[in-house]
């Protein structure tokens, strides 16, 4: 079985910054450069949205309008593991934030569905 074990999350005042990131973990061995991956997250009460996204060799990413300019999505395949350098952090950052990954390698997808493997999720805590 493909896990994705997402780390890095912490609490942090407004303005600070935090870098996720996710890796490859399990028995079943997959080719982490045959898949994009994204990031998401969700607020408590609120449903789980897109943040940002990458494609397979870091060629392409998209970010939600919410966090454009303030985080970075990046990827090391040696490493079997992508990142999200969140800077500028507010209060409505705060949340669990998922990593996951499709095969549609070249895919820069908002959609949940598009998405195989899923990490546990990290909390993120911006405090004002």
């Known amino acids: 079985q493909v896990q994705l074990v997402a780390s890095g999350g912490g609490l942090v005042q407004a303005g600070g910054s935090l870098k996720l990131s996710c890796a490859v973990s399990?028995?079943?061995?997959?080719?982490?450069?045959?898949?994009?991956v994204g990031w998401f997250r969700q607020a408590p009460g609120k449903e789980r949205e897109f943040v940002a996204a990458?494609?397979?060799?870091?060629?392409?990413?998209s970010y939600a309008d919410s966090v454009k300019g303030r985080f970075t999505i990046s990827r090391d395949n040696s490493k079997n593991t992508a990142y999200l350098q969140m800077n500028n952090l507010k209060p409505e950052d705060t949340a669990v934030y998922y990593c996951?990954?499709?095969?549609?390698?070249?895919?820069?997808?908002?959609?949940?569905?598009?998405?195989?493997?899923w990490g546990q999720g990290t909390q993120v805590t911006v405090s004002s």
């Open positions: 996951a990954a499709t095969a549609r390698r070249d895919l820069l997808s908002y959609t949940l569905h598009e998405y195989v493997y």
């Open positions: 399990g028995r079943t061995f997959i080719i982490f450069s045959n898949y994009a």
């Open positions: 990458i494609t397979w060799n870091g060629g392409s990413t």
